[in-house]
């Protein structure tokens, strides 16, 4: 097979000129920092996921700890979590001193699986202080479900949405759910500020609450105090708060970014359509679940399942490396990382531990094109036939 001259990395941000006139627009204004193109962008995110409130922060983990903080997470707790998510929604349990619950994955959705979800609140009861599901690949959970279970047990949810910008459920949008939903800006998201995170509730308090713990404990964050909307410089903290805030500068690529969502969409599932009729008919690769009868999928990542368990992933992986075709891992399960695999030896969780030896991450992103993904399947093909003969000459 012809190898491709350059290298196609899993994902590249989509930066047009809309994006880059608006940070020279910030940087000419001598807003910078916090100020009104932040507060225009939780406006818009806000109006868009149809919530009362988005406070934007510095990262979806930032906005994932102070949520969960807020939410009164502390030491003796237990917090559910899944573990095909990033290290992130564990390790803020981690931080808080409490302990995260993992529970499988679903080998379809690679979304949390339910059924362990329920059995840790009869083991545990009144100790799980919250439920923390992940709508992997933005496809979003049974979130009816979850309501359910967090009216039954008084379990407050909390939805990690960095995946998610774009998802909906029953034609709502994803950030509406829960106590508080949590989404990513990072450079490979669906929409990026280069790096940021956004909180979106309905609750009056937590969003005040939210302002001020991510934002050095001040009720004032600096376009209050120096705007010329009649602020005040005196000022002080109410409570020992962090230095979690969202830039004008990043602000202003999230604000283009939004403008662009329709298009952003709409390449994104063409490209994921694209893959899917490729892939067609192969009977060693599962394609990912494009949405579910109540879920459309947001469509952040492809992530193909390697069903033939003679054919190494790794191998699989370095192969198309050779082929100039960058892939990851979405995701490793967390318990089987160093640092929780010696502190919780005794969690197996059978789903996922197969899956960490079967999924692959294929590229994807609103700059590549169909011409792009059909060398990714071809080579995907290519060598798939070439680990199979090779497998069934060693296997002789």
């Known amino acids: 097979m012809k190898k491709r001259d350059s290298f196609l990395s899993l994902a590249v941000p989509d930066i047009s000129d809309e994006e880059i006139n608006e940070v020279v627009d910030s940087l000419k204004s001598g807003w910078i ?60 349990v981690e931080q808080l001193d409490a302990t995260p619950l ?54 407050p949810i909390l939805y990690d949405a960095a995946h998610a910008v774009f998802s909906s459920y029953k034609n709502k949008m994803v950030g509406q759910f829960g106590k508080m939903s949590c989404f990513s800006f990072y450079a490979t998201k669906n929409i990026t500020t280069g790096d940021g995170g ?28 120096y705007s010329e909307e009649g602020g005040s410089p005196h000022v002080q903290c109410v409570v020992p708060g ?55 999928w947001a469509n952040h990542v492809y992530v193909i399942t390697i069903l033939d368990e003679k054919v190494n992933r790794d191998q699989f992986m370095n192969e198309l490396r050779q082929l100039n075709i960058g892939t990851n891992l979405h995701f490793y399960p967390v318990h089987k990382n160093i640092y929780y695999l010696k502190k919780y030896p005794d969690v197996h969780l059978p789903n996922a531990e197969w899956l960490m030896n079967r999924i692959l991450t294929l590229p994807l992103c609103t700059k590549y094109s169909k011409e792009d993904i059909k060398y990714v399947v071809e080579s995907v093909k290519f060598v798939y036939e070439k680990l199979k003969t090779k497998n069934g000459v060693d296997n002789v």
């Open 242 to 296: 962090y230095k979690f805030n969202l830039t004008d500068l990043q602000a202003a690529i999230g604000l283009a970014q939004l403008r662009r969502k329709e298009e952003l969409i709409e390449k994104r599932n063409s490209l994921i359509q694209y893959y899917n009729e490729l892939f067609s008919g192969l009977d060693y690769i599962q394609t990912p679940v494009f949405e579910t009868e109540f879920g459309r």
């Open 102 to 155: 993992f529970c499988d994955a679903e080998k379809d959705t690679l979304n949390i699986k339910v059924e362990d979800v329920e059995k840790y609140i009869k083991q545990y009861g009144s100790k799980i202080k919250a439920i923390i599901p992940v709508h992997v690949s933005g496809l979003p959970v049974d979130i009816d479900r979850f309501s359910g279970i967090s009216e039954k047990y008084n379990i």
């Open 33 to 92: 920092s916090v100020g009104p193109k932040v507060k225009q962008f939780e406006k818009e995110f806000a109006q868009y996921h149809e919530v009362k409130h988005a406070i934007a922060t510095s990262s979806c983990t930032t906005a994932m700890f102070i949520a969960a903080k807020l939410l009164g997470i502390q030491r003796g707790d237990y917090v559910i979590v899944p573990t095909i998510t990033w290290q992130s929604t564990a390790n803020i």
């Open 198 to 225: 956004m909180i979106t509730t309905n609750d009056d308090e937590l969003a005040e609450q939210c302002r001020i713990w991510s934002y050095h404990g001040l009720p004032k964050d600096s376009w209050k105090r």
